[in-house]
């Protein structure tokens, strides 16, 4: 494997390794142009197909620009190509649509030169207006994207020829060319000529399968796309996830041999699916259980009361019965295993005695709320548990009302008709930087201001000032001492905090599929696997 760094030279690579080596461990690409086969479908595949078994609903739709509902963006890993991608399961980066390593031409200056014979799915090649155009859409404030808040440190995109692209930065950012796997590059004659909505509802790409259809609470349909020439051909003529929010429906169809592969097994019937000669594997993810409060409401604008419900919160309870100890009880933003964890200040243990102390001292004797929970096979199984321990408290009565993702997020958060809401998490699928993980909830307008509403407190500014000095900082040690901040500012405000932090089951049939691995992030990946 070749270091992204090794381009540079002279003054410009020695600053650029001393940035580098402070923020990040190093970025390594794995393969090189050696890997790109042209029209690399495999001869093989004919009839052969994939079926999986999918936990999450479609609650958006595909434009990369927009999407980031679990089963859309995991299909979006098949459909779409950023110029480096991540590869889901391995984590590893690798060349997509960019034909070598980005190469770095000053501290604040980057070029990127595109895969030869590189087309969309209706054939036309991918160009490098294509991608200059993928990132100002997603740049636009007009727009609206909520990726926008992982790449705010470019300051333009513009083409130098016909193959290259040059990224001129804010500042330099040692994480550049790994942030690259965040902007899908989409077919500008395609969004002009359909319209953002059709194409939101039937994407083009470029990558190895080919979107054939989606049909809500039904399944998503890919096909091989045969002049796919990038490291990852589709191995298996077509694809059929099946969306079955259900644990149970999702089980069966593992148990029945509907599916070879399944995402998000129930913990209790992880024995069952081994007895029935299924491989099951848990992952330890960031993703995560959070509870979300409506700061600009009261009382819950005061931290003491958000404070309070966490004390009064039983997590190991919550560990031991629902995640069969399949999670982890939050001490920290992030879990214990993140390469750049730092136990937070405050801690949270179940302490409900000194949860009715801070109500007392926010000038409450009794809190009345309802709890609005998605309906996530494994959120509705922590809810009951969460009420038990808050209605438990002297002085609280909370009642409780499950939703689907779409409505507790349209119809109640993004409108401020909340008071307080669980649910579940993961932007590590976008990359596992800390920046980049921190960014997700707190920068930007779409949580903290359009959420749980908390944009507009002097903690919140304080917050900002911590990540900016973070990714400016000259070296890890420097940039771990801001983050540290980061995590204890935040385990003390709790506008938006993790309850848990769980692992990730998947089954699959060994004895159906090849090269399949489990993810650590909500999803599926079927980038180089095939059938047997």
Not at 23 to 35: E, H, I, K, R, Y
Not at 88 to 106: G, M, N, W
């Amino acid at each position: 494997m070749t270091k992204y760094c090794s381009s540079l030279n002279n003054e410009s690579r020695r600053h650029f390794l001393k940035v580098a080596a402070g923020v990040t461990a190093g970025f390594a690409f794995s393969g090189s142009l050696g890997t790109f086969v042209p029209n690399a479908v495999a001869s093989g595949i004919k009839g052969k197909t994939i079926e999986a078994g999918i936990a999450y609903p479609l609650s958006t739709g595909f434009d990369p620009m927009t999407s980031s509902g679990a089963s859309p963006f995991a299909a979006n890993l098949h459909i779409f190509e950023g110029l480096v991608d991540l590869h889901p399961a391995t984590r590893e980066p690798y060349l997509a649509l960019a034909a070598k390593e980005p190469e770095q031409i000053d501290d604040t200056t980057w070029r990127v030169t595109l895969r030869e014979g590189a087309t969309f799915h209706d054939g036309k090649p991918v160009t490098v207006e294509d991608v200059v155009y993928s990132y100002n859409r997603i740049m636009d404030p007009a727009n609206k994207s909520l990726f926008v808040m992982f790449i705010d440190f470019v300051e333009s995109v513009k083409a130098v020829d016909d193959k290259t692209v040059e990224f001129k930065l804010k500042y330099p950012f040692a994480l550049f060319a790994k942030r690259l796997t965040i902007v899908k590059i989409v077919p500008k004659h395609v969004i002009e000529e359909v319209g953002q909505s059709k194409f939101d509802a039937h994407p083009i790409g470029s990558g190895p399968y080919k979107f054939v259809s989606a049909v809500k609470d039904d399944k998503i349909v890919f096909e091989a796309y045969e002049p796919y020439n990038g490291k990852y051909p589709a191995l298996v003529e077509k694809m059929s996830w099946f969306l079955l929010s259900d644990a149970a429906a999702r089980v069966t169809a593992q148990e029945s041999k509907r599916t070879q592969a399944m995402e998000s097994v129930p913990y209790l019937d992880i024995p069952r699916l081994k007895a029935k000669k299924q491989t099951v594997k848990s992952v330890q993810s960031f993703g995560l259980l959070f509870l979300m409060f409506n700061c600009e409401k009261a009382p819950f604008d005061n931290p003491k009361v958000r404070q309070a419900l966490h004390y009064g919160l039983d997590r190991q309870k919550l560990v031991d019965f629902v995640f069969d100890g399949n999670a982890e009880a939050s001490t920290c933003y992030v879990q214990s295993t993140h390469p750049d964890y730092m136990k937070a200040a405050t801690q949270y243990e179940y302490n409900p005695e000194k949860a009715v102390a801070l109500l007392k001292e926010a000038g409450l004797t009794e809190l009345k709320f309802e709890l609005l929970s998605t309906d996530h096979d494994w959120v509705k199984e922590c809810a009951p548990l969460i009420l038990e321990s808050w209605n438990n408290i002297p002085g609280v009565k909370v009642t409780l009302q499950h939703l689907q993702s779409g409505a507790f997020y349209a119809n109640n958060v993004d409108v401020g008709s909340f008071s307080v809401g669980i649910a579940p998490g993961d932007p590590s699928v976008f990359g596992d930087d800390l920046d980049l993980l921190l960014s997700w909830w707190y920068r930007g307008d779409v949580w903290p201001k359009r959420r749980f509403r908390w944009s507009n407190t002097p903690e919140f500014s304080k917050l900002q000032g911590f990540l900016d000095g973070a990714v400016r900082a000259a070296n890890h040690e420097e940039a771990r001492k801001l983050w540290k901040e980061a995590f204890d500012l935040i385990a003390a405000e709790v506008p938006l905090y993790p309850i848990v932090h769980r692992k990730l089951p998947s089954a699959w049939d060994e004895s159906k599929l090849e090269g399949y691995q489990p993810l650590a992030t909500t999803g599926v990946s079927f980038l180089g696997v095939s059938r047997k």
